[in-house]
C-alpha cells in the first residue's frame, strides 16, 4: 500500500510564491508518472503538471511559465513549484502518483489526502 503525504499548502498574496511537497512511502514496487491536481470549490479536479520517472513534464496551459514540478526518484518525492501566484489558483490540490504492479504490469493511481491553497488579491 503506498502512502501520500502532502506539505507546503497554505495563504499567499497574489504574486506570490509556495512549494508543495508529496513524499511516497509503503510497500512500492515502481512509481511511474507522478502529478499534481488540483480542484476549486464548484469545479471539477484538472491536472495542474504531471512528470514521467523520466523527467519529461507537462503543464496545463494556465500555470505555464509560473510553476514548476520536479521529483526525486531516489526519495519517490514531487515538488510543485508555484510563483506569481494568482487567486484563481486558489483550490485544494492533491498530489497523485501512478504506481506499476508487477503482477500484471498495469497501473495503480493513488491520491493525497489534499493540501489548501489560498491565493488572496
Known amino acids: 500500500q503506498v502512502q501520500l503525504v502532502e506539505s507546503g499548502g497554505g495563504l499567499v498574496q497574489a504574486g506570490g510564491s509556495l512549494r508543495l511537497s508529496c513524499a511516497a512511502s509503503g510497500s512500492i514496487f515502481r512509481i511511474n508518472a507522478m502529478g499534481w491536481y488540483r480542484q476549486a470549490p464548484g469545479k471539477q479536479r484538472e491536472l495542474v503538471a504531471g512528470?514521467?520517472?523520466?523527467?519529461?513534464?507537462d503543464y496545463a496551459d494556465s500555470v505555464k511559465g509560473r510553476f514548476t514540478i520536479s521529483r526525486d526518484n531516489t526519495k519517490n518525492t514531487v515538488w510543485l513549484q508555484m510563483s506569481s501566484l494568482k487567486p484563481e489558483d486558489t483550490a485544494v490540490y492533491y498530489c497523485?502518483?501512478?504506481?506499476?504492479?508487477?503482477?500484471?504490469?498495469?497501473?495503480?493511481?493513488?491520491w493525497g489526502q489534499g493540501t489548501q491553497v489560498t491565493v488572496s488579491s
Open positions: 512528470i514521467t520517472s523520466g523527467g519529461s513534464t
Open positions: 497523485a502518483v501512478d504506481e506499476v504492479d508487477p503482477s500484471n504490469w498495469s497501473f495503480s493511481k493513488h
